[in-house]
Each structure stands twice: as C-alpha cells, then as structure tokens.
C-alpha cells in the first residue's frame, strides 16, 4: 500500500475542485492505498471527507497537524474572530478532525512542540506529509505559496507529483 498526499489551497475552492479531489480520493482508495492530508479547510477538508464516506474505519487516512489538536481548534476559533474564516468554517473543521480522532485516533498525527501556528508551522507540517508519502497530487488555486513549497519539497524527495492548477 502506497500513502498519497494529498495537498491544497485552503483559502478558495469551487465545485468543480471539489469533484476533481474527490474522484482523485476515490482513485486513491480503489487502488488499495492511502491518503494523506493537513487538516486544513478546502482541499484537506474535502479529501477526509471523501476518506470518511468510503473507507469508514479510516484505516487509509493520516492527518498531520501543525500541532496538538487543542492548540489547532483553538487556532481556527481565533481566525475566526478575526475574520480570515467564517466561524461556521471553524467548527466544522474542528467537528470533521473529532469525528476522525473518535473513530481511528492512530488517523490523527499531532505536532506536540508547536505551540502556536503560522506559515513556519504550516510548511514544517508539509514537510512532514511529505517525508511520509510516496506520492503528491497537489491542488493549487491562484499559485498559492503553501501548495507551491508542498510542491516544492515532494520533487525534492524524488516522489511523483501531479499538479491540478486553478484560477479562481
């Protein structure tokens, strides 16, 4: 069994990337592997939920957080106040990583040094998903830096990527 990652843009999504990571979770799973993602809203968000609807035991599914999940809910509730997200956005993704957690908690991979998260975290975490995966299907809206340094260091490591580019 083969771990993929898959990474994306966590500020926008539209319905057609919505289908594209979802078909691409579905590929994934039908041929016997495993999916790997960050936890963020978006691209992170649609793929674990496409894991949960068909591979209910989670057994394919690892989420790398940048750190301890209190100090990640409490992360997303704060970018929620100020503004960057939709407290509606918070919550979900808060409930959707406690459903994970409740129903495979070995699924949930937490970085317990990290005290607070930003982009120094965030990439630190791709590295991690990345030094676990065997491969990288990469979802990158409007160039975005994140995807792009995921990107990055997956054609470092040598591994096969595949880019799905947006503008949106």
């Not at 069994?1 to 289908?19: D, T």
């Amino acid at each position: 069994m083969k771990w993929i990652c898959i990474s994306g843009s966590w500020r926008k999504a539209n319905n057609k990337i919505e289908i594209d990571v979802r078909n691409c979770v579905r590929k994934i799973l039908r041929g016997g592997n495993g999916v790997i993602t960050g936890g963020a809203l978006n691209i992170d968000y649609i793929a674990t939920d496409e894991v949960m609807r068909i591979n209910p035991s989670l057994n394919k599914l690892k989420i790398y957080l940048p750190s301890t999940f209190e100090i990640f809910a409490a992360h997303f509730r704060k970018r929620a106040i100020e503004g960057v997200i939709t407290r509606q956005q918070a919550e979900d993704l808060i409930a959707l990583i406690k459903r994970v957690e409740q129903i495979n908690p070995n699924a949930i991979i937490e970085d317990k040094t990290n005290k607070e998260l930003n982009k120094q975290t965030y990439y630190e975490r791709n590295t991690k998903e990345i030094n676990a995966s065997d491969e990288l299907y990469a979802f990158q809206v409007n160039n975005s830096l994140g995807t792009e340094d995921t990107i990055k260091k997956a054609k470092e490591k040598g591994i096969p990527v595949e880019i799905f580019s947006y503008f949106i």
